[in-house]
């Protein structure tokens, strides 16, 4: 053991860290889904894994990275810590004003959804012939070669429905015995018909992410052993879908030796750090990524107005699959900390995460005393994002704004009227 610690220093300390946070979590029976816990735990975790160093693109941080990343962690713990001292001390919703939810509106607006992700299915199909998975050459039809047009973002809206179906599965929030199967039954087999489909690791986790998250908030707390046992299988499931896919020039996983099948989601981890301290340290003949001036930072926002695309074209930004960080062809990620850096600079790197966590605590917050649908599907949303901010930014893309824009208009249109009292089934 003390010699796999002297190989690995900077990985045991970052294991620890990720061991803390879930101790902490089981021993004072906390919630593992509050923002500060979950992005140390993520980043800590993570990083470690990527520190091990299995692959040889994964070289030792310079200084600067280092600065990064820890600062980022800092500025976001910050800015949680801050909120819980300086917020005001809230009552239960029993004593505050209500609402009563239309969960019968709900339920149409959550069959809209449905209806516009199967009409991508229907135009995937018509382009392919039978669900991805069935087909002769999987990878083939998951290529960027293939445009399916409008359909794609149709198609990529299975996490969507499992948010809209999914808070309404559980009898604490949803009344109505009838819906809230349905509900459960739509959860299911839109989790396996998105694998099928079209077989994404980005939408499959995001789907069993928000029903877990759903799961913790409206069922019971999920154990600390439950989040390993996620965490195993989860693992598991990305080779199967890489396999698939034929991702990172490998086969089948009949065909691949036990230390190729493993690389998988080490490399997939590992390269959004390899990246990211490649792209902070460039080599002398390295072209360097022009600075956006916070340009860019709003092209998830913008991105159907065809603006972010223009402006990248015009001054050579990257685009969604950062062309010019690729340490290692075909491993094109990095993580949040590049776009926040690539738009701000180090300002950004301090001040970005701060307010992230100001807000996130502050939705946090409100769950403990006014859990609407409308709080609980925003917090599954944005967490969720936290979590994953090591592999994706999130913002920059305009698919998950329209999401956002969705949630709040469907769920503040099911507010019939407000009323005071402690008869409501939820509250603001």
Known sequence: MFSLIG???????????????????????????????????????????????????????????????????????????????????????????CVNYDWKKHFIFSCCILGLYLIGIIGLLQKVGTLIVFAEEPAKWTSVDINYGYYSSLVASA????????????????????YRNISRFVVLIITILNVLAYPSRTTFFMCIGFF????????????????????????????????????????????????????????????????????????????????TYGMDFFAGMLEYSHLPAALRNSFGWDGLFNESVMKVNGYNTTGYLWEVYKDFY?????????????????????????LTPRTLMFYVFFIYFIGFWFFLAGYKQGIYWVWGILIYMFTTSCIKHRIVGDDSNTCV
């Open 7 to 97: 190989e690995y220093p900077e990985s045991t300390i970052l294991f620890l860290l990720a061991g803390a946070s879930l101790f902490q979590v089981w021993w004072l029976k906390k919630d593992f889904f509050s923002p500060i816990n979950i992005y140390v735990f993520c980043q800590c975790l993570t990083l470690g894994i990527a520190y091990m160093q299995l692959d040889v693109a994964m070289t030792d941080f310079h200084i600067k990275t280092w600065l990064v990343w820890i600062g980022a962690l800092l500025s976001f713990s910050s800015g949680c810590i801050l909120y819980e001292c300086v917020s005001p001390p809230r009552t239960s919703c029993s004593n505050r004003e």
């Open 159 to 178: 996490p969507l429905v499992i948010l809209f179906f999914g808070v309404a599965s559980f009898k604490s929030m949803n009344p109505l015995k009838g």
């Open 212 to 291: 877990l998250l759903f799961f913790n908030y409206l069922k019971k707390k999920i154990s600390v052993l439950w989040i390993i046992l996620v965490f195993a299988i989860g693992v598991a499931v990305f080779v199967s879908i890489a396999s698939i896919r034929a991702q990172y020039g490998m086969g089948s996983v009949e065909n691949m030796a036990l230390d190729a099948v493993m690389s998988m989601p080490y490399k997939y981890v590992a390269n959004n750090y390899w990246n990211l301290d490649y792209v902070l340290n460039p080599l002398p003949d390295q072209t360097l990524h022009p600075h």
């Open 346 to 370: 180090m300002p950004g790197i301090f001040v970005f995460p701060f307010i992230c966590g100001l807000g996130i605590s502050a939705l946090y917050r409100r769950l403990k005393y006014a």
